[in-house]
T-cell receptor
């Protein structure tokens, strides 16, 4: 089965609305990361967040490792936030760089 | 300026041919990786290298061979190409032992189409 499940699969927002993206893991994990994939395909690291809450600008990530879940909150969405948001977990030995990715949440923000 | 350079950005190859995907990183990292993203599939881990040594290989086929000529280089040679190899191949790097964890940074990808 799928080890990393992301929801929703897609999301459409009007500019200014907030979004909450979810990531659930079916196995124990050491850490997790959130990435943003631009429409043309390039990847940007958003958060390395093994536990707790981290914030960067309008983005907030909260991970509860014991409950095997993480969320990404986007506040006051902008058109340029459109793209795919990917979460990934790292398991096994720490710092292996071996990530298991979810399918992603496709976000579209309209004016 | 991109700190992880992948070449070529786009590539069309004939079935049965051989291609090399180039990756150079200028982040000073000691670990490098290859990932693959096929249509309708999540990003998949392929290889990890640390200080130019293979650490992990999750690719079943020996047609995929990483090559590390320098610490900041990790190329990917693919032989006997098949249409199923069509995908975007991402190179990534990280600094092992960094106090902020093993954050991976990705290149912009090399999109390979095998016809």
């Amino acid at each position: 089965g799928q080890q990393v499940q992301q929801s929703p699969a897609s999301l459409v927002l009007q500019e200014g609305e907030n979004a909450e993206l979810q990531c659930n893991f079916s196995t124990s994990l050491n850490s997790m990361q959130w990435f943003y994939q631009r429409p043309e395909g390039s990847l940007v690291s958003l958060f390395y967040n093994p536990s707790g809450t981290k914030q960067s600008g309008r983005l907030t990530s909260t991970t509860v490792i014991k409950e095997r879940r993480s969320s990404l909150h986007i506040s006051s969405s902008q058109i340029t936030d459109s793209g795919t948001y990917l979460c990934a977990m790292e398991r096994g030995g720490a710092n292996t760089g071996k990530l298991t990715f979810g399918h992603g949440t496709i976000l579209r923000v309209h004016p | 300026d991109p700190k992880i350079i992948q070449k070529p950005k786009y590539l069309v190859a004939v079935t049965g041919s051989e291609k090399i995907l180039i990756c150079e990183q200028y982040l000073g990292h000691n670990a490098m990786y290859w990932y693959r993203q096929s249509a309708k599939k999540p990003l998949e881990f392929m290889f990890s290298y640390s200080y130019q040594k293979l650490m992990d290989n999750q690719t079943a086929s020996s047609r995929f061979q990483p090559q590390s000529s320098k610490k900041n280089h990790l190329d990917l040679q693919i032989t006997a190409l098949k249409p199923d190899d069509s995908a975007t191949y991402f190179c990534a790097s990280s600094q092992e032992g960094g106090g902020w964890g093993n954050t991976l940074y990705f290149g912009e990808g090399s999109r390979l189409i095998v016809v």
